[in-house]
């Protein structure tokens, strides 16, 4: 591990998204709160309905169960439905990471129990009929008023279902998963209206009748609002443009875009935005890159390494070249911050955000430790600017460079093999418990590194990362 500590400086003028208050904590809570709320209001509707009573002939408490699960099954996809509508609120409450890890769960939950609903519906309604489950299941998709359209809606939701599993992702391009992806929206919006129309927990009373219908409004409104709406918006109003495009190494890009009022855009150093350049085919692909230096009201910049199409495409980029942006996301940013001390982490491409918030950061003697972990010193990029505003921060960087250590899981080179994980964190930052934690790099290398700081003392709310699998 090669070291190298820097000299205290001068402060530097502090960049204007710095100057924004932290995350207010409550958020998370109240998000949470409303979708529990939601949830048992649900429920507590079945239960005003006789949905303890109806437990009759086994197909009437089939029935009724299926009701039970079809409603939480209803409930979940809206809750989801928000949870995909990029409502700022949320995003900022949760995170990429935790707005993923509940997204697959409400997802998966939803689904599974959108399932039960038809199966325990279908042979309820079949036991008091001769016609058997397949030609009732038949029966109530052709006769009854919104079925055709739940089954179309049900074969979206599988489909977007199955490619989310991980075998089937792992197959498929970003690009790809994602358009995939927004047929969830279609699902949601086929497979839930028969309900409105037919159900009669729907139309059971005016206090039933005005949540439903209420809640899928907000859900259409915040999908037009934050998914549509407010990119366009923003994308008008600071009319982005390609103004340089800078080869940081023969795989890595930088790009950095001028605009109108960027003062106005509430972005932090190291968030990201999905970006659309218009430069013909391929426009109307977004995909997620981080800022790599921090918003000064004048220009974003980003910097990305050639991995795909996509990424490989920005070197290609001419000045000029309109953007459209969505966005800001992600709470890896400064305003999460629990205490004076932080300590940067991150592993090639991953520097990038690190580098972007290591410019907004206070200066303080010692107050900032960057670990830049690479397989070689020709990985490394934007060095010079690392090591200026490290020493402008009174700060130090720390380069770790050599091969992945093949034999066990670890975020450290095979040639620190004698060292634990947690050991080589204590080595390097002997405080590091203090301070807060902030990871970028593949979800592997973070899980070691996660591991490795909780191992050294660190707790769960100073620990910070951004997860941009998919």
């Not at 497979?191 to 927990?201: E, I, K, R, S, V």
């Not at 005016?206 to 994308?235: D, H, M, N, Q």
């Not at 990305?304 to 709470?331: N, W």
């Amino acid at each position: 591990m090669t070291s190298l500590a820097l000299p205290e400086s001068p402060d530097l003028s502090v960049p204007a998204a710095s100057r924004r208050g932290p995350t207010p904590l409550w958020w998370r809570d109240a998000s949470a709160v409303f979708a529990w709320g939601v949830t048992l209001f649900v429920v507590a509707l079945w239960v005003a309905g006789g949905g303890l009573t109806a437990f009759g002939t086994l197909g009437e408490s089939l029935i009724n169960i299926g009701r039970l699960t079809g409603l939480v099954a209803s409930v979940l996809m809206l809750l989801q439905v928000l949870l995909m509508a990029r409502i700022p609120f949320v995003e900022q409450a949760w995170g990429q990471d935790e707005l993923a890890r509940v997204h697959r769960l409400v997802g998966f939950t939803s689904f599974n129990l959108m399932v039960v609903h038809i199966v325990l519906t279908t042979i309820g309604y079949s036991a008091g009929t001769d016609l058997g489950v397949v030609a009732t299941f038949v029966d109530q998709v052709l006769h009854s008023p919104g079925m055709l359209l739940a089954l179309a809606g049900t074969i979206a939701l599988v489909m977007v279902v199955v490619t989310s599993v991980m075998k089937a992702r792992a197959k498929l391009r970003y690009e790809s998963w994602h358009l995939l992806h927004l047929y969830a929206y279609l699902g949601a919006g086929l497979a839930l209206p028969h309900q409105l129309w037919t159900g009669q927990d729907f139309k059971a009373s005016v206090v039933a009748t005005v949540f439903w219908w209420g809640l899928y409004a907000f859900a259409l409104v915040a999908v037009l609002v934050y998914r549509v709406g407010l990119p366009l918006i923003r994308s008008q109003r600071h009319r982005l443009v390609v103004s340089e495009v800078v080869a940081e190494s023969p795989t890595v890009t930088s790009v950095v875009m001028t605009g109108r009022r960027l003062d106005r855009l509430p972005v932090r150093a190291g968030q990201f935005f999905q970006w659309r350049f218009l430069d013909g085919a391929g426009w109307t692909r977004g995909n997620p890159y981080s800022l790599s230096a921090a918003p000064d009201g004048r220009s974003l910049r980003i910097t990305a390494e050639a991995v795909g199409a996509s990424s490989a495409r920005l070197a290609t980029l001419r000045p000029g070249t309109k953007v459209l942006v969505e966005g800001p996301y992600g709470r890896l940013h400064a305003g999460v911050r629990t205490s004076d001390k932080a300590v940067l982490i991150g592993a090639g491409i991953g520097i990038t955000p690190l580098r972007a918030i290591l410019e907004e950061l206070p200066s303080s003697p010692d107050g900032v430790v960057v670990i830049y972990r690479v397989g070689s010193q020709s990985d490394i990029v934007l060095a010079d600017e690392l090591l200026d505003l490290a020493r402008a921060k009174g700060g130090r960087v720390v380069a770790v460079v050599g091969h992945r250590n093949r034999e066990r899981a670890s975020w450290l080179p095979v040639e620190s093999r004698h060292l634990t994980d947690a050991e080589a964190l204590t080595r390097i930052v002997p405080d590091i418990a203090e301070r807060d934690v902030y990871v970028c790099g593949n979800p592997a290398w973070m899980d070691a590194v996660i591991a490795a700081a909780h191992e050294a003392g660190v707790p769960d709310e100073a620990v910070h990362h951004e997860r941009f699998s998919y």
